[in-house]
């Protein structure tokens, strides 16, 4: 049977990046790895969602234990791979490390957990095989980071998994959405297909729930779902002139030149719509894909910026610019976006009568949210949804019996590692379940 | 300032910096360009009938990310002519005539002896040293270490040798290197005093096996598909050097002057040998792993630490330490100190707790609280229980944050000695957790 799976394009603007924080070699890893204190009860393991143990995998590395490092690492989170690229590791483990309290450099757990994962990749290296068939067979909609750590885990325990996903590719926002300073496409889909290697895992690609498979049938199907979604399109501003072209949703856009290619020769000055890290991303996309004016609107203050701080100062170490406590109020242009009006905003972020100024812009990108889309199960009897997040308990069951919920879609748009953390939870959770064991 | 000029049983130079008889002492050229580097003294590379070296020769231990941590050799004495290398020793003292050259010797019969020492004399040589130690290739040849485990042995090749320095050159200042491969050094180095010696050198190497590698199943340094044991040394042995160093420093029945030798790296380990008996310190890893430039830091640090602490001389501090060594019986068992964390420095790593939980008495406890917080993740002691191990300020990688603090537990002062003879009481033992 053909692959279903559309393989990526060659040709993607994507590959125009360079990673941020290139490969260790085995030669500057095993230096870093040396230089970690081995803390007892460490404060980086406690910050990783995952709780990886790093001071553990880190002596791996040390003393040339590359596989078993690696083991460590997916031990705990099987997308350790991605993790290593996209976690924000200045806020969570880095940020930990007791280093930071001696005044000293602290350990790059991040890249040392690359080169570990790295290698086990790329030496084919595999530690996991499926437990036991169970009979049990488990339905995860959408084929991203949660779903793929709650199928792993699944696996491990000898139930069956089936993954169901709208889209053609799988990987979910780390094959469409990572920075890809960060990571490229084909790594997200390069680590799906890696955890799918233990066996037992079928993908459905081009298979919407709801529409393709009703809810009804999947019940009838599966012993159990699990609802792996992430989030929905770009949230709109709603204001005159958004429909011009050249105003995009911003995770959109990034989908666009991660998956294919895109042509800027044209754009001159883009305008970032947000604060958070999508609109950071942004910044430093635009900014290397070449074009000259990048300016990141914000209607709060930089303090007051929900994106990290570490990533502002590197886009403007890459020449970012900012407007701070504003607001488009409208989109001008012939046939196409040229202007952007925006207002000034006061410290309560409310208008400033008669504070309003035009401004270039020929690309304006939305990163003020995306929609989230618990409402799709919301539907369901038991199934609650607040703030458009489904509302589960702390291992991910929904109140609807055999529905459990991970990722985006639960927390309302977090880290890849959150989603990994869920996703195993969730899966933990099911296992119970299916064995009568379940809380719920 | 501190006047650095050494006196070592006769033998002379600018400073006690040392290179001893050792691959760094293997030429002329490279003993000139180590006086230009500041070096006061080198002992030439052992001379002896040239010898044929295997290729590899050496193996490095590499402990916590420091290569050469621990190292060793299975090279043996010189490889090069006899004249060339007295040839050498001639033009080096004639342009340096302030500066220690020492001629190392090692050979077999008297005769032998007796030739060898003349040609040194003649070659002007400051000293000699007699090659006791080698404890790899040359001692199954019968010498080097075979001499230096046999106090008889020992002490007439030393006779032999005074007798034959007195005949060419009355005076000749003569030194026994002695081997470390012994269980006691004290009776070889009363050996070499009866002999007749001037001084000694202690440690040459320790006999071992530094490494194995693990695909091919051979011990390192391979040779082909062979190893063989070798004299270790390095940073690493440098307790074991200040042990041999001092006992023999301690014996009332010994005195002579001691060159001392054994994992020196920097002036710290310098003072360390001269404050328990040494005159001068001889260097030879820490060259070999980083180059002569190291005796800058070496002369720099030394000077500073005399005129810090008043020493004019390097005489006023040789065995300054040594009558604060006693035997174990002495020591003050009332005597109490427990351990205080000062949670300002702590930077939480917990090192101390997980130490104190498997490797001492249980009594560092981790906090209640967030596990990622520093201010919680400071360790409290539980004094009651602390024995005063030292190991938690051992692993703590931060500075004086751990102190080891003196408790007045009312108890006057009482050894095991004064208990066992005199029944001085003694106070209760601790880290029992009511046993």
């Not at chain 2, 002329?28 to 040239?50: H, M, Y």
């Not at chain 2, 090692?106 to 040194?120: A, F, P």
């Not at chain 2, 160093?245 to 010994?254: G, V, W, Y």
């Not at chain 2, 009312?410 to 001085?424: D, R």
């Amino acid at each position: 049977m053909a692959d279903p799976r559309s393989p990526l394009k060659i040709d993607r603007s994507e590959s125009a990046f360079t990673d941020y924080k290139p490969a260790y070699t085995q030669a500057q890893a095993v230096v870093e790895a040396t230089r970690c204190l081995y803390c007892a009860d460490a404060p980086c393991m406690h910050a990783c969602p995952t709780h990886i143990d790093v001071p553990q995998f880190i002596r791996k590395i040390a003393s040339h234990n590359d596989k078993g490092s690696a083991r460590t690492i997916f031990d705990a989170n099987i997308l350790g791979m991605s993790c290593s690229r996209v976690c924000p590791v200045e806020t969570l483990c880095v940020g930990s490390c007791v280093y930071n309290h001696l005044g000293h450099p602290p350990i790059q757990i991040g890249r040392l957990q690359r080169y570990a994962t790295d290698k086990a990749y790329a030496e084919g290296w595999r530690y996991y095989q499926a437990g036991p068939d169970t009979g049990k067979k488990v339905a995860l909609i959408g084929a991203g980071p949660a779903s793929l750590a709650c199928a792993h885990e699944l696996r491990l325990r000898g139930h069956a998994a089936v993954i169901l996903e709208k889209r053609q590719e799988i990987g979910g926002l780390n094959t469409t959405g990572v920075a890809p300073h960060k990571m490229k496409a084909d790594q997200g889909v390069k680590e799906a297909e890696w955890v799918l290697g233990i066996g037992g895992i079928e993908v459905r690609n081009g298979v919407e729930v709801g529409k393709d498979i009703s809810v009804a049938e999947l019940e009838k199907q599966f012993d159990a779902v699990f609802v792996g979604l992430g989030l929905g399109p770009d949230t709109p501003l709603k204001v005159p002139g958004e429909q011009l072209p050249g105003v995009i949703g911003a995770v959109a856009w990034i989908e666009q030149f991660k998956l294919g290619k895109i042509d800027l020769s044209q754009v001159r000055s883009c305008l970032i719509i947000g604060g958070g890290n999508t609109a950071l991303d942004c910044v430093r996309e635009a900014i290397t894909l070449g074009i000259p004016n990048v300016t990141m609107v914000y209607r709060g203050t930089e303090q007051g910026m929900p994106g990290y701080a570490h990533e502002w100062k590197a886009a403007q170490v890459k020449s970012a610019k900012a407007e701070w406590q504003a607001v488009p109020v409208a989109f001008e242009g012939e046939g196409k976006v040229q202007r952007a009006v925006l207002q000034r905003l006061d410290a309560a972020k409310k208008p400033i009568a008669g504070a309003t100024f035009s401004v270039e812009a020929d690309l304006v990108l939305l990163a003020i949210g995306q929609a989230r889309i618990g409402d799709l199960v919301g539907g369901l009897e038991g199934i609650a949804v607040e703030r458009g997040v489904v509302v589960t308990d702390a291992h991910g069951a929904t109140g609807r019996p055999g529905w459990y919920a991970g990722g985006d879609c639960r927390n309302g748009g977090k880290e890849v590692v959150n989603a990994a953390a869920e996703g195993k939870a969730a899966a933990i959770a099911i296992d119970a379940y299916l064995q009568g064991n379940s809380p719920n | 300032m501190a006047n650095l000029w050494t006196n070592c049983a006769g033998i002379q130079s600018p400073n006690p910096f040392w290179l001893a008889s050792a691959p760094p002492t293997n030429s002329g050229e490279q003993i000139q360009r180590a006086f230009d580097a500041g070096w006061g003294g080198a002992v030439w590379k052992t001379l002896g009938q040239p010898i044929q070296n295997v290729s590899s020769r050496f193996g490095g231990h590499t402990i916590g990310g420091v290569r050469g941590a621990g190292f060793n050799n299975i090279e043996l004495i010189t490889d090069r002519p006899l004249d060339v290398n007295f040839r050498e020793i001639a033009e080096v003292k004639k342009k340096f005539p302030k500066h220690a050259v020492i001629a190392s010797l090692m050979v077999e019969t008297e005769q032998e002896w007796e030739d060898i020492i003349c040609r040194s004399v003649d070659a002007g040589a400051d000293g000699l040293e007699l090659n006791f130690g080698c404890p790899h290739g040359m001692c199954e040849r019968g010498m080097g270490s075979a001499v230096g485990q046999e106090p008889l042995v020992n002490e007439r090749i030393t006779s032999w040798a005074k007798k034959y320095a007195e005949k060419y050159r009355p005076g000749l200042p003569v030194l026994i290197k002695l081997t470390p491969n012994v269980s006691d050094i004290v009776p070889h180095g009363l050996a070499a005093q009866r002999g007749g010696a001037d001084g000694v050198s202690l440690i040459n190497t320790i006999k071992s096996i530094v490494s194995v590698d693990i695909d091919r199943f051979v011990p390192e340094p391979r040779v082909g598909n062979l190893s063989t044991n070798g004299g270790y040394c390095g940073a690493a042995v440098k307790p074991i050097a200040l042990h041999m160093l001092a006992s023999l420093a301690r014996d009332p029945r010994f005195n002579l002057p001691i060159s001392g030798i054994g994992g020196v790296t920097n002036w710290r380990d310098a003072v360390e040998f001269i404050l328990l008996g040494a005159t001068s310190v001889q260097v030879c890893t820490e060259v070999m792993l980083k180059g002569y430039r190291i005796v800058e830091d070496m002369i720099d640090g030394l000077e500073s630490y005399m005129d810090s602490k008043g020493f004019a001389t390097i005489d006023q501090m040789v065995g300054k330490a040594i009558p604060n060594y006693e035997h174990w019986g002495d020591l003050d068992l009332n005597y109490e100190i427990v351990a205080k964390i000062d949670a300002d420095k702590c930077i939480g790593c917990q090192l101390c707790v997980v130490a104190c939980m498997d490797g001492a008495h249980q009594c560092i406890h981790p906090q209640e609280g967030s596990a990622t917080e520093r201010t919680t993740r400071v360790p409290r002691v539980d004094e009651a229980e602390c024995v005063g191990c030292n190991l938690c300020k051992i692993v703590c990688p931060v500075p004086d944050c751990i102190s080891m603090v003196q408790v007045d537990n009312g108890f006057a002062p009482a050894t095991w000695n004064e208990h066992l003879y005199q029944g001085k009481q003694l106070r209760h033992r601790k880290g029992s957790h009511g046993w």
